[in-house]
């Protein structure tokens, strides 16, 4: 029997089976959209999660190939845009954090006055 018909049928070593056939090219399709080994890993294993889930909706008379590959480029668009989440909000929390610390610095004369005495603190001694 076919490895697509017995992936329709949700053979558990059917799944085994493609990935070991599909895992590196489907790494090459999603490490092509994240440009991040780790990442793209990670992209791999969520893909083959999700043809798992939907194997219910998957056509055996279809080809299988462009089938995983659909998922895995959706997937690895998902992450890419989950990291630009994540890098954003990590952005506007620096931003927030050194607003905050300059909105405690000290200013004016009474700060210009101080400088000479960190200078002194931090050049090395005689």
Partial sequence: MALAQRFARAE???IR???VRFARPIFTVVYSVL???ALAAEAVQMTFLKAWRAVD??????PLAP???SIARRTAIDVARSERRHVATELRDTDAALARLLD????????RQREPD???????GP
């Fill in 12 to 14: 558990p070593d059917a």
């Fill in 118 to 124: 960190v200078e002194a603190a931090v050049r090395p």
């Fill in 104 to 111: 405690h610095r000290p200013a004016g004369r009474a700060f």
């Fill in 67 to 69: 089938w995983l590959y």
């Fill in 35 to 37: 440009h991040d080994r």
């Fill in 17 to 19: 089976q493609l990935y």
């Fill in 57 to 62: 909706r998957y056509d055996a008379d279809r």
